[in-house]
């Protein structure tokens, strides 16, 4: 059976869009940077992982199904300890405002019935990505064990909006054709871009 684990990150690259890049100085990953409307949003999400320079990330970071080769397709997923402390020089946790900002800029929240971030077909990975944001439907997981929001269906997303009693997410769910903020309860991890 077919997955989005099968093919490489840059598949859901938009061929047709120039992309920049920023390089992490901590571990040297480069990572696709994209300017959308006033905006510059990394295209690829977060895969930041030493431990030894940032010690919180040791029980609070994980690959998809605790598979390495996951990481390399749709980056790590983190926890809410972490994000304080995970991004690149120079870059933060997006706020649920910022987030509205690219959601209008790109369409409105029922951009995602148009597929214009992201298309699944299990044969083909088909990249209608007209603005280069270049989403990978990788899912939220919940301690161990994967979370609500499921692979292949949907993509979930920090924001640094504080919510009561558990940390503020933002799901682009591409079954139900909307994207949406939530607050979850303390121990589910998601992406970061």
């Known amino acids: 059976e077919f997955t989005i684990w099968d093919a490489s990150k840059e598949v859901y690259l938009n061929p047709d869009i120039e992309y920049d890049s920023i390089t992490d100085i901590r571990d040297n990953q480069s990572y696709k940077i994209v300017k959308i409307g006033g905006q510059v949003w990394m295209a690829d999400n977060l895969n930041y992982a030493d431990s030894n320079i940032t010690s919180i990330l040791k029980e609070n970071s994980r690959c998809y199904g605790n598979e390495t080769k996951n990481c390399e397709v749709a980056g790590r997923y983190y926890d809410k300890k972490t994000i304080a402390e995970i991004c690149p020089q120079g870059w933060h946790i997006p706020s649920q405002a910022e987030w509205e900002v690219l959601i209008e800029t790109v369409g409105g929240s029922n951009i995602v019935k148009y597929s214009s ?32 929001c499921e692979e292949g269906r949907c993509a979930a997303f920090f924001t640094s909006t504080e919510c009561v009693d558990g940390v503020e997410e933002i799901e682009l769910d591409f ?19």
């Open 117 to 148: 971030w992201w298309e699944y077909d299990p044969v083909n990975i088909v990249g209608m990505n007209d603005y280069g944001f270049s989403i990978i439907p990788a899912g939220n997981v919940y301690g161990a064990s994967y979370g609500d």
């Open 175 to 193: 079954v139900n054709e909307r994207a949406y903020f939530t607050c979850e309860p303390v121990g589910f991890a998601y992406n970061v871009r």
